[in-house]
Structures are given as C-alpha cells and as structure tokens.
T-cell receptor, first 114, second 116 residues
Framework: GQQLNQSPQSMFIQEGEDVSMNCTSS?????WLWYKQDPGEGPVLLIA?????ELTSNGRLTAQFGITRKDSFLNISASIPSDVGIYFC??????????????FGQGTELSVKP | GAVVSQHPSRVICKSGTSVKIECRSL??????MFWYRQFPKQSLMLMAT?????????EQGVEKDKFLINHASLTLSTLTVTSAHPEDSSFYIC????????????FGSGTRLTVV
C-alpha cells in the first residue's frame, strides 16, 4: 500500500531556531495535512493543503504542497518550548468529495531546549 | 471550530471483559468517522472506517468481531473492544469528517486502554 516517508525522525534544537521537516510519497496525493500531537492527546490539525504548489502559513508555521503532488514540507520559525511534540504529515489520495482514508507519516519528534 | 469529544480518556479493565469507547462530533455532523490505534512512539494505524448507517470497513488484519464499531447517528460512533486481552492495551483515537467538504479530519483526545 501507499506509504509516506517522513523525516527527520527526531530533532533537538535550541529555542529560537527554525525547523524544517518533510514528507515524501511514491504516489500522488490530493490533500496534505500537518498535525501536532502532544503526549496523551489526539493530533491537532495545523495546516491543510489542497492544491499542488499551495503555500500556507499559520502563525510561525508554513507548509507547502509539492508541485509533483508527492511531497510536502512544514517549517516552524523561531521555535519556542511549547513547539515540543510529535508532528505528523498525512495525505489523502482521493478527490475530497469521495472520502478515502488518511495515510500518516512516521512522525517527527521535536525537542526544544530553552 | 470542529470539536470531537472522545470518552473515556483512560480505562483499565480486566482480561476477558469488554470496553466501549465513544466518539462524538459536538458541533458538526460527521458522515464518516475513523478509528485508529497508536502504540508508543509510533504513528497512527487506521483500524476501521465508520460510515453513518452502514457497516464499518475494517483494515486488513483488524478483527471485526473483536473491535465492534457502531455509527448509529451523524454525531456518534462507538468502538467496543470485546474480550479484551493485555495485548489490546493501547491508545485508541477517533477522528471525524464531513463528507463532501474538504478533508480536515478532526481528532478526539484519545483513550488509553490498559487491560490487566
């Protein structure tokens, strides 16, 4: 089945640094979503992308839907301690009105040193 | 914004008993709900897709008689873990989606199940 390769697996950074993580797929997706999960909680949607090339920001977060529709990246600028958590990319390969399950990346665990 | 409520957040049960987990969309109607299982330090594994008024679709390797899913209304889906065993201990998470709209699956806060 389809798989998403998310990298890096983990990052240890200093407060104030910028962070970048990405996901790649062997096949095309129609939707890319980025989620953050805190320990013991469900994932929370950060950014949703629906068109190839789309670049969307949410505060200090920026994500892009790759032109080839097989990849996406998430950048976090000027990291702060509360950015700590696990970030997941998720893709969906059907038109939005036809349902279809999300396929998740393996996650990127972010640690921020004050 | 869309809110999904999941209960209970934690449950401890004895081997052989059944546990029911509820997933409710509070401010929207969810034609589709999804149930995931997550082991420590791992990604979310989809167990089944639940459509209102129809039988759930289970992923390969997931026992439908063990993990009973009911989606009786547009705001409620339940997952019942039957005859639980210690290996069923895990973090179970639901998500809800409005069909026909853009995909923005909203997740519940998860249920930590411990079978002793």
């Amino acid at each position: 089945g389809q798989q998403l390769n998310q990298s890096p697996q983990s990052m240890f950074i200093q407060e104030g640094e910028d962070v970048s993580m990405n996901c790649t797929s062997s096949s095309i997706f129609n939707t890319w979503l980025w989620y953050k999960q805190d320990p013991g909680e469900g994932p929370v949607l950060l950014i949703a992308l629906y068109k190839a090339g789309e670049l969307t920001s949410n505060g200090r977060l920026t994500a892009q839907f790759g032109i080839t529709r097989k990849d996406s990246f998430l950048n976090i600028s000027a990291s702060i301690p509360s950015d700590v958590g696990i970030y997941f990319c998720a893709g969906q390969n059907k038109p939005y009105n036809q349902g279809g399950k999300l396929i998740f990346g393996q996650g990127t665990e972010l640690s921020v040193k004050p | 914004g869309a809110v999904v409520s999941q209960h209970p957040s934690r449950v401890i049960c004895k081997s052989g008993t059944s546990v029911k987990i509820e997933c409710r969309s509070l401010d929207f109607q969810a034609t589709t709900m999804f149930w995931y299982r997550q082991f420590p330090k791992q990604s979310l594994m989809l167990m089944a897709t639940s459509n209102e008024g129809s039988k759930a679709t289970y992923e390969q390797g997931v026992e439908k008689d063990k993990f009973l899913i009911n989606h009786a209304s547009l705001t409620l889906s339940t997952l019942t873990v039957t005859s639980a065993h210690p290996e069923d201990s895990s973090f179970y998470i639901c998500s809800a989606r409005v069909l026909g709209g853009r995909v923005t699956d909203t997740f519940g806060s998860g249920t930590r199940l411990t079978v002793v």
